[in-house]
Nanobody, 120 residues
């Protein structure tokens, strides 16, 4: 079993920066890939980027304001967000898939989310 815990969400002014963390615990050797998603209130969840843990290969799906990285020794995934705008207000989730699973078919393992609120 793998447990994901996000942290770092906060309320910031437009133009500010935040760094989110997602710590994985449990059977982390079976984690194939991790990623960041977000879901604004009343909207669909969208993928921000994923990283394959062993190769370090990343797939960024957002503009250059966001970047993510991993610290494999700490089983932690980070999301650095710069120049935030009110449109970035959302619940941010960390997710993972195990070896043998895929981002297309799942199943996905999810954290509880961390709220980011950006005011103008």
């Amino acid at each position: 079993h793998v447990h994901l815990v996000e942290s770092g969400g906060d309320s910031v002014q437009a133009g500010g920066s935040l760094k989110l963390s997602c710590e994985a615990s449990g059977d982390t050797d079976n984690v194939y890939s991790m990623g960041w998603f977000r879901q604004p209130a009343g909207k669909q969840r969208e993928q921000l980027g994923i990283i394959y843990r062993r190769s370090g290969t990343k797939r960024d799906l957002v503009d250059g304001r966001f970047s993510f990285s991993q610290d494999s020794t700490k089983n932690t995934l980070y999301l650095q967000m710069n120049n935030l705008t009110p449109d970035d207000t959302a619940m941010y989730y960390c997710a993972a898939i195990l070896f043998g699973d895929s981002w297309v078919s799942g199943p996905h393992l999810w954290g509880q989310g961390t709220q980011v609120t950006v005011s103008s």
